[in-house]
């Protein structure tokens, strides 16, 4: 194994290990949190006639119930996490600019015949269509980009054009 080979391999097992790390955070906080709550608001909560166990499933609950709606506020309605995204697919060049294997096969035997036949059902049947000079139009601009990108083997992204 070459020295790259086993720099990759360390980075990609500290990678693993720091991604276990916060999962295993979240976890044990969640634990700490139901396991003090449960032997504080338990006496309180027993006179209500709930066990211990009743108590610690209501925080469990509790608990899920606020981490999910939170990171669902935080994603949905203030989008906290669109520029991070944006930042690490637009700004990695080996996520935007790289055609993977797949995606020239995808192009290359799917999308590129699928654009040619389309075009020439539009073509033929366009007398009956009222916007197919539009529609052709879009569909010569798909196919020539589809070209580009096959021969190029690389992803174009315009300035500006939003793609995640």
Known sequence: MTINRRKLR?????????LSLGILGIVFTILTFMGV??????PVLGG????????AAILLGLVIAAVLGFGIFLDKVIQF???????????????????????????????????RALRTLV????????????????????????ATTIADRRWTVKPGERVY
């Open 10 to 18: 360390a980075a990609e097992w500290l990678y693993r290990w720091n």
């Open 37 to 42: 709550f449960t032997l504080i608001l338990g």
């Open 48 to 55: 209500f006639g709930l066990s211990y166990a009743e108590t």
């Open 81 to 115: 996490w669109a520029a991070q995204a944006t930042v690490a697919t637009v700004r990695n060049p080996f996520l935007v600019d790289t055609l993977y294997q797949k995606e020239l096969l995808s192009l290359l035997y799917v999308q590129a015949p699928m654009l």
């Open 123 to 146: 073509g033929d049947r366009g007398s009956s269509l009222s916007h197919s000079a539009e529609v052709l139009s879009e569909l010569d601009s798909a196919l020539t980009k589809v």
